[in-house]
């Protein structure tokens, strides 16, 4: 698949593992692809991000959005929310955790284990961020994969990088049109 790819997406691919690598996370997340995709200049996808305004502060509170929910052990405001529904106090929890076990506690930043091929493994929503691409390329009746493809994939699946997107303005159907 990753022949299909464009050089602006294959830039973003590039981009989140070697964001993984220097972050310390042991895999490749969907947020890496993410951050790799708003590090793009001349691409479509940079493009789009740029029409629906997710440059400076509002890209720098996008990133906090994302820490916040990392910080959370990767829950969702929809999660947090669910499990207040049921008494469940996510916010309690994690500053208890971080009081015992220090800040970013819930992270998954701890050095990877041994790896067998030597590369940074993608996560499973990472890997089906992937195959959406492909599929919303089909879908357009378009031959190559390019960083739009992976931007509105990232929208589509559920999960902590769709919600603070969409917090932020940025949705599948918000991409769909300034990608028109």
Do not use: N, W
């Amino acid at each position: 698949m990753f022949e299909r790819f464009s050089p602006g997406a294959r830039a973003v691919v590039t981009g989140a593992v070697t964001r993984a690598e220097r972050l310390g996370p042991p895999t490749v997340t969907e947020e890496h692809l993410l951050l790799a995709l708003l590090d793009q200049e001349d691409t479509r996808g940079a493009t789009a991000l740029r029409a629906l305004g997710l440059t400076g502060p509002r890209r720098a509170s996008l990133e906090a959005a994302l820490a916040e929910a990392r910080r959370r052990g990767g829950l969702s405001k929809a999660d947090t929310d669910a499990l207040a529904g049921l008494g469940i106090d996510v916010t309690e929890i994690v500053a208890r955790v971080e009081e015992t076990h220090g800040p970013g506690a819930l992270t998954d930043d701890r050095p990877p284990t041994s790896r067998r091929s030597g590369r940074r493994p993608f996560t499973r929503e990472a890997k089906k961020v992937l195959e959406g691409s492909l599929r919303v390329c089909l879908g357009r009746r378009e031959k190559t994969i390019g960083d739009e493809h992976l931007l509105l994939a990232l929208t589509a699946r559920p999960g902590v990088v769709s919600e603070a997107l969409a917090d932020h303005g940025v949705t599948y159907t918000a991409v769909e049109g300034v990608l028109v």
